[in-house]
Protein backbone atom coordinates (compact mmCIF):
# COMPACT_ATOMS: atom_id res chain seq x y z
CA UNK A 1 0.00 0.00 0.00
CA UNK A 2 1.13 3.73 -0.91
CA UNK A 3 1.82 6.21 1.79
CA UNK A 4 1.17 9.68 1.15
CA UNK A 5 3.21 12.43 3.14
CA UNK A 6 0.81 15.33 4.40
CA UNK A 7 2.49 17.45 1.81
CA UNK A 8 1.39 14.75 -0.89
CA UNK A 9 -2.14 14.67 0.31
CA UNK A 10 -2.63 17.93 0.51
CA UNK A 11 -1.23 18.52 -3.28
CA UNK A 12 -3.66 16.07 -4.71
CA UNK A 13 -6.31 17.59 -2.58
CA UNK A 14 -5.33 20.64 -4.09
CA UNK A 15 -5.40 19.89 -7.84
CA UNK A 16 -8.83 17.84 -7.45
CA UNK A 17 -10.02 20.73 -6.59
CA UNK A 18 -8.93 22.99 -8.45
CA UNK A 19 -9.89 21.04 -11.58
CA UNK A 20 -13.48 20.55 -10.32
CA UNK A 21 -13.18 24.44 -9.93
CA UNK A 22 -12.29 24.86 -13.34
CA UNK A 23 -14.93 23.02 -14.91
CA UNK A 24 -17.56 24.97 -12.45
CA UNK A 25 -16.10 27.95 -14.12
CA UNK A 26 -16.05 26.65 -17.67
CA UNK A 27 -20.04 25.75 -17.19
CA UNK A 28 -20.95 28.84 -15.27
CA UNK A 29 -18.82 30.66 -18.31
CA UNK A 30 -21.53 29.39 -21.30
CA UNK A 31 -24.16 29.77 -19.17
CA UNK A 32 -23.11 33.55 -18.83
CA UNK A 33 -22.44 33.35 -22.36
CA UNK A 34 -25.56 32.48 -23.68
CA UNK A 35 -27.34 34.78 -21.39
CA UNK A 36 -25.68 37.64 -22.20
CA UNK A 37 -26.06 37.04 -25.95
CA UNK A 38 -29.96 37.14 -24.98
CA UNK A 39 -29.70 40.66 -23.44
CA UNK A 40 -27.51 41.83 -26.60
CA UNK A 41 -30.44 40.50 -29.12
CA UNK A 42 -33.36 42.04 -26.44
CA UNK A 43 -31.47 45.26 -26.84
CA UNK A 44 -30.95 45.64 -30.46
CA UNK A 45 -34.02 46.75 -31.25
CA UNK A 46 -33.13 50.09 -29.47
CA UNK A 47 -29.56 50.20 -30.30
CA UNK A 48 -30.73 50.10 -33.94
CA UNK A 49 -33.60 52.28 -33.77
CA UNK A 50 -31.21 54.76 -32.01
CA UNK A 51 -28.93 54.31 -35.31
CA UNK A 52 -31.93 55.04 -37.92
CA UNK A 53 -32.63 58.37 -35.63
CA UNK A 54 -28.61 59.13 -36.18
CA UNK A 55 -29.12 58.41 -40.07
CA UNK A 56 -32.74 60.52 -40.67
CA UNK A 57 -31.04 63.25 -38.83
CA UNK A 58 -28.10 62.71 -40.79
CA UNK A 59 -30.11 62.69 -44.04
CA UNK A 60 -32.26 65.84 -43.22
CA UNK A 61 -28.54 67.63 -42.35
CA UNK A 62 -27.28 66.19 -45.92
CA UNK A 63 -30.39 67.27 -47.64
CA UNK A 64 -30.32 71.18 -45.80
CA UNK A 65 -26.41 71.37 -47.18
CA UNK A 66 -27.27 70.11 -51.01
CA UNK A 67 -30.33 72.98 -50.39
CA UNK A 68 -28.49 75.59 -49.36
CA UNK A 69 -25.51 75.38 -51.82
CA UNK A 70 -27.50 75.09 -54.79
CA UNK A 71 -29.47 77.53 -53.20
CA UNK A 72 -26.22 80.50 -52.58
CA UNK A 73 -24.75 79.27 -56.29
CA UNK A 74 -28.27 79.87 -57.74
CA UNK A 75 -28.34 82.88 -56.24
CA UNK A 76 -31.89 82.99 -57.03
CA UNK A 77 -34.48 83.82 -54.48
CA UNK A 78 -34.79 85.49 -51.29
CA UNK A 79 -33.92 84.55 -48.27
CA UNK A 80 -37.81 84.18 -47.12
CA UNK A 81 -37.52 81.69 -49.93
CA UNK A 82 -34.45 79.70 -48.80
CA UNK A 83 -36.33 79.66 -45.49
CA UNK A 84 -39.68 78.46 -46.45
CA UNK A 85 -38.06 75.37 -48.70
CA UNK A 86 -36.34 74.81 -45.30
CA UNK A 87 -39.21 74.07 -43.73
CA UNK A 88 -40.58 71.95 -46.35
CA UNK A 89 -37.16 70.02 -46.19
CA UNK A 90 -37.74 69.78 -42.11
CA UNK A 91 -41.67 68.78 -42.65
CA UNK A 92 -40.51 65.87 -45.10
CA UNK A 93 -38.25 64.67 -42.69
CA UNK A 94 -40.13 64.91 -39.64
CA UNK A 95 -39.01 67.70 -38.30
CA UNK A 96 -41.75 70.28 -36.40
CA UNK A 97 -39.24 72.90 -35.51
CA UNK A 98 -36.78 73.38 -37.53
CA UNK A 99 -35.59 76.89 -36.97
CA UNK A 100 -34.54 75.22 -33.67
CA UNK A 101 -32.94 72.27 -34.73
CA UNK A 102 -29.12 72.12 -34.88
CA UNK A 103 -28.80 70.18 -37.84
CA UNK A 104 -30.82 72.54 -39.81
CA UNK A 105 -28.09 74.93 -39.24
CA UNK A 106 -24.83 72.08 -39.04
CA UNK A 107 -26.31 71.18 -42.65
CA UNK A 108 -26.43 74.90 -43.30
CA UNK A 109 -22.91 75.44 -42.45
CA UNK A 110 -21.97 72.16 -44.37
CA UNK A 111 -23.67 74.10 -47.43
CA UNK A 112 -21.79 77.38 -47.65
CA UNK A 113 -18.63 74.91 -47.18
CA UNK A 114 -19.91 73.03 -50.43
CA UNK A 115 -20.44 76.18 -52.04
CA UNK A 116 -16.51 77.65 -51.38
CA UNK A 117 -18.36 80.85 -50.86
CA UNK A 118 -15.73 83.72 -49.66
CA UNK A 119 -15.69 84.51 -45.77
CA UNK A 120 -17.71 87.67 -45.99
CA UNK A 121 -20.61 85.78 -48.07
CA UNK A 122 -20.59 83.38 -45.30
CA UNK A 123 -20.20 85.48 -42.47
CA UNK A 124 -23.56 87.84 -44.18
CA UNK A 125 -25.44 84.32 -44.71
CA UNK A 126 -24.88 83.29 -41.51
CA UNK A 127 -25.00 86.02 -39.80
CA UNK A 128 -28.93 86.38 -41.17
CA UNK A 129 -29.79 83.27 -40.86
CA UNK A 130 -28.87 82.80 -37.18
CA UNK A 131 -30.54 86.16 -36.17
CA UNK A 132 -27.44 85.98 -33.51
CA UNK A 133 -28.22 83.10 -31.57
CA UNK A 134 -25.11 81.62 -30.95
CA UNK A 135 -26.15 77.64 -30.58
CA UNK A 136 -27.10 78.65 -34.64
CA UNK A 137 -23.89 80.24 -35.03
CA UNK A 138 -22.09 77.94 -33.70
CA UNK A 139 -24.01 75.02 -35.22
CA UNK A 140 -23.23 77.00 -38.48
CA UNK A 141 -19.14 76.99 -37.75
CA UNK A 142 -19.45 73.43 -36.95
CA UNK A 143 -20.94 72.55 -40.22
CA UNK A 144 -18.41 74.84 -42.23
CA UNK A 145 -15.62 72.34 -40.35
CA UNK A 146 -17.67 68.84 -41.21
Not at 25 to 35: G, I, K, R, Y
Not at 106 to 116: E, N, T, V, Y
Request: hydrophobic share 35%; with cysteine.
Amino acid sequence: MTRFTLAQFAALLLSGSLLGACSFSTSSESAFDSSKGLFDSASSPFASSSDSSGDAKEKYESDVADYTADFVTSSSGTLDSFRVRLGELAEKHGITDWENDRYTYLGIGRGLRQAKLGKPQISAFSESLSRNDPMKKQAIEDGLKK
